[in-house]
């Protein structure tokens, strides 16, 4: 709380004192701007805040502590009456801990992002073809030798199963080996095939699953030809 008009410290309770570091004696007495909790500026627009709102709800404010930590709050005033003096009762809402949660997860999220940048990198810098499949066989993703070779984009492929990308005879003849794959088996296979200008190739196919716990929830393909 802080005495009106000077705003003058006259109560502060313990979570005010571990979040700003300083003792009930330091403060007591003092003004934020004393205490150097405010710069002038922002006090001087809160105090412009308060008089035409008759008070301060929800406002983000970044307050100095002792020793120049850092203090990220939620600052709400109201005015109140102590012996028939006016005062403010202030409550300061600390987000410190939120904004460093936010922080770090910006920070990771740049990390996977530059992880995923280097990993398509090396995908689509080989010329087998690379695809991983989900437990109902759709495609969730392919390398750039599989658009190729399919004559069809990442996003076209994406989502489809493999009987509504394969010719029906190379689906039927692979198969065995995906519900073979889908029951936790790492198979390997010939698939004779027509490549896009009518010339058969043979492929090599590895299907390795992707078990996660107990359960296979999708598998990796690796095709050579």
């Given amino acids: ?3 009106m008009p000077d705003a003058r410290f006259i109560a502060v309770n313990e979570a005010f004192l571990d979040s700003s570091g300083y003792a ?21 627009q ?7 709102k008759g008070r301060i709800e929800d406002v983000p404010l970044a307050l100095t502590g002792k020793g120049g930590r850092k203090i ?5 005033t109201t005015p109140i009456t102590i012996s028939g003096r006016p005062a403010i009762l202030t409550v300061t809402a600390e987000t410190t801990k939120l904004k460093r949660v936010e922080a770090e997860l910006i920070r990771k999220n740049e990390e996977l992002r ?17 695809s991983y499949h989900d437990a109902e066989t759709r495609f969730v993703y392919v390398n ?8 069809r984009t990442g996003k076209d ?27 936790g088996q790492e198979v390997s296979f010939e698939s004779p095939t027509l490549d896009r200008d009518g010339q058969v190739r043979v492929l090599h196919v590895r299907l390795v699953p992707h078990v996660h716990g107990t359960t296979v929830i999708g598998f990796f393909a690796a095709l050579d030809d």
């Fill in 1 to 3: 709380m802080n005495s």
């Fill in 24 to 44: 009930e004696e330091e403060v007591l007495g003092k003004t934020p701007l004393e205490l150097g909790l405010l710069p002038l500026t922002a006090i001087g």
């Fill in 46 to 52: 809160l105090t412009v805040h308060f008089v035409t």
């Fill in 72 to 76: 990220h709050v939620r600052f709400s």
């Fill in 114 to 130: 530059e992880s995923e940048e280097r990993l398509a990198l090396v995908m689509n810098g080989v010329p087998t073809l690379i």
């Fill in 144 to 151: 750039k030798a599989h658009e190729e070779w399919y004559g």
């Fill in 157 to 183: 492929l994406v989502g489809k199963s493999l009987n509504e990308v394969l010719p029906e005879d190379v689906y039927a003849r692979a198969l065995p080996y995906y519900r073979k794959v889908l029951d």
